[in-house]
T-cell receptor, first 113, second 113 residues
């Protein structure tokens, strides 16, 4: 499978716990994006990487959120001290260059209880 | 910040009827992309429009980009049950360094057989 893969698909956590999600982009894509989607809304941009460099962060990305892409391949998104408002689908996407089609993974659905 | 608005939010049609969704940006866009998300699925890229006034067709789907590069539309002729889903437009801001797409809230297409 050469698409974007995300792990885990579902995560239930207690409020205050830390969670980490992983994204493996399409191998030849150097741009990797994280989005968040809540029910009935469109995806909201969180951050993006070009290779290993994190080049843009949304105001939605509070200091409890951190993302890395250490070797320019897979990426991780960590949320510390989760809150109920963090419950959402976290989508990862990759593209070959700026403005090109974004290929999305199936997402990680986070539920904070 | 940039806003992308889509109307209508929901559209109920009888199978065989046409469907149109409209997208408006608060700022001029570098390009606009359209995505389809099936219930329970992830956004899937449909098309990208780059030029002012551009029109592109994919079988029964017609996409337009406005002359001012601030609005766009998607028209589906003779809808089929396979067209069910949410259609999102997503705009890319002009200027370098702004790579994240701004999505509209989507139009949910519901088809009654």
């Amino acid at each position: 499978d050469t698409g974007v893969s995300q792990d885990p698909r579902h995560k239930i956590t207690k409020r205050g716990q830390n969670v980490t999600f992983r994204c493996d982009p399409i191998s030849e894509h150097n741009r990797l994006y994280w989005y968040r989607q809540t029910l009935g809304q469109g995806p909201e941009f969180l951050t993006y990487f070009q290779n290993e460099a994190q080049l843009e962060k949304s105001r939605l990305l509070s200091d409890r959120f951190s993302a890395e892409r250490p070797k320019g391949s897979f990426s991780t998104l960590e949320i510390q001290r989760t809150e109920q408002g963090d419950s959402a689908m976290y989508l990862c996407a990759s593209s070959i260059n700026r403005g090109a089609a974004a290929f999305f993974g199936q997402g990680t659905r986070l539920t904070v209880v | 910040g940039q806003q992308v608005m889509q109307i209508p939010q929901y559209q109920h049609v009888q199978e065989g009827e046409d469907f149109t969704t409209y997208c408006n940006s608060s700022t001029t866009l570098s390009n606009i992309q359209w995505y389809k998300q099936r219930p329970g699925g992830h956004p899937v890229f449909l098309i990208q429009l780059v030029k002012s006034g551009e029109v592109k067709k994919q079988k029964r789907l017609t996409f337009q980009f406005g002359e001012a590069k601030k609005n766009s539309s998607l028209h589906i002729t003779a809808t089929q049950t396979t067209d069910v889903g949410t259609y999102f437009c997503a705009g890319l801001r002009t200027g370098g360094g702004a790579d994240g797409l701004t999505f509209g809230k989507g139009t949910h297409l519901i088809i009654q057989p």
